[in-house]
């Protein structure tokens, strides 16, 4: 009620209210507005006609007003956080609804198990062009290009993404979880699961004797088939009683026993998480100027909480480790 200045006896009822209130603060953006009230780089796409049949946000510059076909951000500190020898890998995934009539990326470097955003890109639908007008406006500022220095991309098997991995030649790395829930409630989806989830070679080799025996006195031809299938999406294959490995590639990109080579995380909870506090912050009024003013924003500040980032995953690791101490004899 702004009744109390913010000091040291008030700041917990204020950070209260941050967190647990919903504060739709409408203000009134334009792109000159944008642009002074915030640095990096900004590339918008722009049409005179609108031939996509689509509704589309308007711009004026000069005054001749312009449709924004697709657009990106990229952070001013971008090429230090691609460069920097912490860094693993980069996570990639979109979400509709933080723009209005737009699809987002938001690209997120991985460093130390945490994920930083190095910016934005938005587009109409979901394909490869959203991911490669990123690469390629961050080769045109910064003077190289990212896969010089990061070759990990982590993320869902959407064919875009998958798409866009291959035509920068980085090697593409799944989501646990999105692997997981592809396989679906099927009979045989659990044991395939855990394949992909042993994290040693001997767990892996000890699941993989079990599920040979059990496997051994299946003669429905059906069955078969489904069991297939689903190694299929890991790279395994069931031929005369033997589980075998016959996609090395696909094997390497879901199994968790090679994640670590890469010191990537095994999921992309990070930015799935990112997306749900930005759409929790998302007004009803879902204006361009003040959307994108929101993001970067958000983006911008990513930065200032790596510590405290890594500080959480730190705790949340020793918790996980004395918790297994105690249960193991």
Not at 130 to 143: D, H, L, S
Not at 216 to 237: Q, T
């Amino acid at each position: 009620m702004k009744i109390a200045p913010f000091n040291e006896d008030t700041m917990h009822i204020n950070q209260f209210h941050k967190t647990f209130f919903r504060n739709n603060n409408y203000q009134t953006f334009d792109l000159t507005s944008l642009i002074q009230s915030l640095t990096g780089y900004l590339f918008l796409n722009l049409v005179e006609n609108n031939n996509t049949h689509k509704k589309l946000d308007k711009c004026t510059i000069d005054n001749t007003k312009y449709y924004i076909l697709n657009g990106t951000y990229i952070v001013p500190y971008a090429n230090q956080l691609i460069m920097n020898p912490l860094a693993n890998g980069l996570m990639l995934d979109t979400t509709w609804t933080i723009l209005n009539k737009y699809v987002t990326s938001i690209p997120t470097v991985v460093i130390q198990n945490v994920g930083i955003p190095i910016g934005m890109s938005f587009a109409l639908v979901e394909d490869s062009s959203i991911y490669n007008e990123f690469f390629f406006n961050f080769a045109n500022v910064f003077g190289f290009e990212i896969p010089e220095f990061l070759d990990i991309v982590e993320s869902d098997q959407g064919k875009a993404l998958v798409k866009a991995v291959k035509e920068n030649d980085m090697t593409h790395l799944c989501c646990l979880c999105h692997l997981l829930v592809s396989f679906g409630r099927k009979k045989y989806s659990y044991q395939i699961g855990n394949l992909v989830t042993a994290t040693t070679n001997d767990e892996y080799h000890k699941l993989r004797t079990e599920y040979e025996e059990s496997w051994s006195a299946i003669d429905d031809a059906k069955d078969i088939r489904k069991i297939n299938h689903l190694l299929k999406k890991i790279g395994h294959c069931y031929e005369n009683g033997v589980i075998k490995i016959n996609n090395d590639e696909r094997w390497l990109q879901v199994s968790m026993q090679f994640r670590p080579l890469y010191a990537m995380p095994s999921c992309t909870n990070q930015i799935e998480s990112s997306h749900g506090h930005l759409n929790e912050l998302t007004p009803r009024k879902n204006v361009l100027w003040s959307s994108l003013h929101r993001i970067i924003k958000e983006i911008l500040n990513k930065r200032h909480r790596f510590e405290e980032n890594f500080k959480h995953n730190y705790r949340r690791y020793k918790t996980k480790i004395k918790c297994e101490n105690k249960s193991t004899s």
